[in-house]
């Protein structure tokens, strides 16, 4: 599964998921609701980059 980063640098891997804000482990970045947002800096989905 493909791993996304903020420009802040946390990193959304879908493997872990975001249990803190209710995003089981396994949920793709796809699957990922549109209102979802970086748990450290609360920038939205579109600022994150996919990374290797």
């Not at 493997?15 to 396994?26: C, R, S, T, V, Y």
């Not at 609701?33 to 994150?48: H, I, N, S």
Request: charged share 30%.
């Amino acid at each position: 599964m493909k791993k996304y980063e903020c420009p802040c640098g946390y990193v959304y891997d879908p493997i872990a998921g975001d249990l803190e804000n209710g995003i089981e482990p396994g949920t793709t970045w796809e699957e990922l609701p549109d209102t979802w947002t970086c748990p450290l800096c609360g920038l939205e989905k579109e600022t994150f980059t996919e990374v290797e």
